[in-house]
């Protein structure tokens, strides 16, 4: 069965300083992962997907099959950034996302 | 920019009755999800639907949960005997899905809420 994983439920940093969200995930094959964004009473939204390996608002991610991690890292956050962020994965048989239970993320002024 | 719409945006019924949350996907998307949301837990995989059928559907979904798409816009997920424990938010998901599987997107979610 696929797991994620984010051990911190909560994250504050100060503006200016780097960010670092955790996720793990347990799946035998080749997952897809994400990043989902929910900012304050707004929808979840994709933020990146490990596939197109590209940098969203400054934030990137890389997938490490080794250790079966896609943590979520931004060098300098910004208070526009506060928000709640869920890692999901992809597994293509099941067509459908797994979810973390989410990393709530305050930058502090 | 096309939006996955929910209504309502919150509802609240009372134990053992039935309620339908109402879902419009984007309009050429092909694949449609249900999640819910327990307060302060994680989001969790309810049921997907693909070519007018249920695909996959959780442990959670059971014979109270049913979902349907009645006239090719609208995705609707009935609960027929509602519990406090199904007070939850629930977000309707879609996605593409040609060429493969692609971005789900989300609607805002319907809270609902059992009494």
């Known amino acids: 069965a696929q797991r994620v994983t984010q051990p911190e439920k909560l994250l504050s940093v100060f503006k200016g300083a780097p960010v670092e969200l955790k996720c793990n995930y347990s799946?035998?094959?080749?997952?897809?992962l994400f990043w989902y964004v929910q900012y304050s009473r707004q929808r979840l939204q994709l933020l990146l997907r490990h596939i197109s390996r590209e940098s969203i608002k400054g934030f990137t991610a890389d997938l490490n099959k080794g250790e079966t991690s896609f943590h979520l890292k931004k060098p300098f956050a910004q208070e526009e950034d506060s928000a709640m962020y869920y890692c999901a994965l992809h597994s293509g048989s099941a067509r459908q996302l797994t979810f973390g239970s989410g990393t709530q993320l305050t930058v502090l002024p | 920019e096309p939006e996955v719409t929910q209504t309502p945006s919150h509802q609240v019924t009372q134990m053992g009755q039935e309620v339908i949350l109402r879902c419009v996907p984007i309009s050429n998307h092909l694949y449609f999800y249900w999640y819910r949301q327990i307060l302060g837990q994680k989001v969790e995989f309810l049921v997907s639907?693909?070519?007018?059928?249920?695909?996959?559907k959780s442990e959670i979904f059971d014979d109270q949960f049913s979902v349907e798409r009645p006239d090719g816009s609208n995705f609707t997920l009935k609960i027929r005997s509602t519990k406090l424990e199904d007070s939850a938010m629930y977000f309707c998901a879609s996605v593409e899905g040609v060429g493969g599987w692609t971005e789900a997107f989300f609607g805002q979610g319907t809270r609902l809420t059992v009494v």
């Open positions: 639907f693909y070519n007018n059928e249920i695909s996959e």
């Open positions: 799946y035998s094959g080749s997952p897809e």
